[in-house]
T-cell receptor, first 112, second 112 residues
């Protein structure tokens, strides 16, 4: 079945440094790759997404890259700030299967 | 707009009891889904629906039932609660599977 692997499970960086989270997916028919941020006690919220016809997308300090051949995609956060501390999830979906499958999550800690 | 509303926020059940977790959205979204979140395991898909009258199984459907009689509501039923179902449950909705998903605030369920 579909599977999404996410690494690392925890990541600690100094304020101002960059953070990178990586995901791989198994279903070659996947065509939509969102990233969600979850703050303590809340539901996940979308921060950026990318579709299979695009290799890279940026939104201010956040960027996502997609390599369809290798079936992996990554989240890059530059100039990290303490408020970036949260749990981040990658996900992949296919309109063929109708499922949105999440990775295991990465707990990001940004130290002031 | 209220978005996605889940009730209750907290629930304690005894083993063998049944209950229904409620989920309602007011965004006229066709796609709705239920996830459970456990430490280290990310968000796992329980059941999903692509529209009223249509439901399908996700990654971990055993012990749960769903129905979708209206576009707005997507209740999740626990038939006979087990300690393994202790978790945080999230309902989500989106226009389609490959568009932004909006999550509820979650239901923390403990089965003793």
């Amino acid at each position: 079945g579909e599977n999404v692997e996410q690494h690392p499970s925890t990541l600690s960086v100094q304020e101002g440094d960059s953070a990178v989270i990586k995901c791989t997916y198994s279903d070659s028919a996947s065509n939509y790759f969102p990233w969600y941020k979850q703050e303590l006690g809340k539901g996940p919220q979308l921060i950026i997404d990318i579709r299979s016809n695009v290799g890279e997308k940026k939104d201010q300090r956040i960027a996502v890259t997609l390599n369809k051949t290798a079936k992996h995609f990554s989240l890059h956060i530059t100039e990290t700030q303490p408020e970036d501390s949260a749990v981040y999830f990658c996900a992949a979906s296919s309109s063929n299967t109708g499922k949105l499958i999440f990775g295991q999550g990465t707990t990001l800690q940004v130290k002031p | 707009n209220a978005g996605v509303t889940q009730t209750p926020k907290f629930q304690v059940l005894k083993t063998g009891q049944s209950m229904t977790l409620q989920c309602a959205q007011d965004m006229n979204h066709e796609y709705m889904s239920w996830y459970r979140q456990d430490p280290g395991m990310g968000l796992r898909l329980i059941h999903y629906s692509v529209g009223a009258g249509i439901t399908d199984q996700g990654e971990v459907p055993n012990g749960y039932n769903v129905s979708r009689s209206t576009t707005e509501d997507f209740p999740l039923r626990l038939l006979s609660a087990a300690p393994s179902q202790t978790s945080v449950y999230f309902c989500a909705s989106s226009l389609e599977v490959d568009t932004e998903a909006f999550f509820g605030q979650g239901t923390r369920l403990t089965v003793v």
